[in-house]
T-cell receptor, first 115, second 112 residues
Framework: NAGVMQNPRHLVRRRGQEARLRCSPM?????VYWYRQLPEEGLKFMVY????????ESGMPKERFSAEFPKEGPSILRIQQVVRGDSAAYFC?????????????FGPGTRLTVT | QKEVEQNSGPLSVPEGAIASLNCTYS??????FFWYRQYSGKSPELIMS????GDKEDGRFTAQLNKASQYVSLLIRDSQPSDSATYLC????????????FGTGTKLQVIP
């Protein structure tokens, strides 16, 4: 299965703890995007990364949130000191490295619940 | 601000009818357009991409693009209850830069 993989699928954290969400892109893809979706709301762009580079983080909250895509290993979205408002579905998508193809393929998502 | 607009619905159609979903976008220079389907509690699934003016057909789905009028639509023929989902329109505003902007989606209900 060469699809986008995310783990964990469900994550429960208490207020103040840290959440780490992982995303492995499709084989051959080098662009990763993170989105957040609240219940009954649309997808909100958070950050766009290539290997070892953050390309666009205009959708990331200024505090507590960070993302990386290291040379080796999955992309990580890190939320420090979680609050109840962080409860949402977090989706990762990936796209091919170059050319005119901008199709993004989504992983199954991580459902974060903050208690 | 570059935007993608969709009617949130719900759009209700009877089984077997044609469902027509519409999307408008703000930047006349946009080049790439996508339709995603999202079932409740699931992740978005790419169902159509369209890059040129006109129609593109794939099975029961037809995407229509009119760059002069800045709209893109998705037609679903012979709608089935299994087509009931939220349909997201996405636009790449900056050719050469891979970020896309999503609309808020139209909820489709196919009534048996």
């Amino acid at each position: 299965n060469a699809g986008v993989m995310q783990n964990p699928r469900h994550l429960v954290r208490r207020r103040g703890q840290e959440a780490r969400l992982r995303c492995s892109p499709m084989k051959g893809h080098s662009h990763v995007y993170w989105y957040r979706q609240l219940p009954e709301e649309g997808l909100k762009f958070m950050v766009y990364l290539q290997k070892e580079n953050i390309i666009d983080e205009s959708g990331m909250p200024k505090e507590r949130f960070s993302a990386e895509f290291p040379k080796e290993g999955p992309s990580i979205l890190r939320i420090q000191q979680v609050v109840r408002g962080d409860s949402a579905a977090y989706f990762c998508a990936s796209s091919p490295p170059s050319g005119d193809i901008y199709e993004q393929y989504f992983g199954p998502g991580t459902r974060l619940t903050v208690t | 601000q570059k935007e993608v607009e969709q009617n949130s619905g719900p759009l209700s159609v009877p089984e077997g009818a044609i469902a027509s979903l519409n999307c408008t976008y703000s930047d006349r220079g946009s080049q790439s357009f996508f339709w995603y389907r999202q079932y409740s509690g699931k992740s978005p699934e790419l169902i159509m991409s369209i890059y040129s003016n006109g129609d593109k057909e794939d099975g029961r789905f037809t995407a229509q693009l009119n760059k002069a009028s800045q709209y893109v639509s998705l037609l679903i023929r012979d709608s089935q209850p299994s087509d009931s989902a939220t349909y997201l329109c996405a636009v790449n505003f900056d050719g050469g830069y891979q970020k896309v902007t999503f609309g808020t989606g139209t909820k489709l209900q196919v009534i048996p």
